[in-house]
């Protein structure tokens, strides 16, 4: 039968030392979401029982809540994270202005073209 491992995600960042912290989130996220679609094809097993199927379910909360959260704190992390600067360079020197007061119909388009 399928078993949530046990554990809090914040005791598994806790103790990373070989792995930085969004690595083992992602790496969290994805277990959770492989052992979700594999209790999810174990429910439709035609062999098991009613109480091997309640187990599961029950299980299948449990690793829920857990990677809600793990995918609350990785979209916190995102959303917190520095992002890389852009070089506008001198764009503002690039951008040519042109006022027109009225609307003298295409004679005065005619004549604005020619002056450029």
């Not at 070989?18 to 083992?24: A, K, L, N, Y």
């Not at 109480?51 to 992390?77: A, Q």
């Not at 890389?84 to 073209?113: C, M, N, Q």
Request: proline residues 3%; hydrophobic residues 40%.
């Amino acid at each position: 039968m399928l078993r949530l491992q046990a554990g809090s995600i914040l005791s598994q960042l806790a103790g990373a030392d070989s792995m930085s912290e969004p690595d083992i989130l992602s790496r969290k996220i994805l277990e959770l979401k492989e052992w979700q679609t594999v209790a999810w094809r174990r429910i439709a097993d035609p062999m098991i029982t009613v109480f091997e199927r309640r187990e599961v379910r029950n299980h299948i909360k449990e690793s829920d809540e857990e990677l809600r959260c793990c995918l609350r704190m990785m979209s916190e992390r995102l959303r917190f994270q520095a992002r890389a600067v852009e070089d506008v360079g001198d764009s503002f020197a690039r951008i040519k202005f042109r006022l027109l007061s009225s609307y003298d119909g295409p004679a005065a388009v005619d004549a604005a073209h020619e002056r450029r």
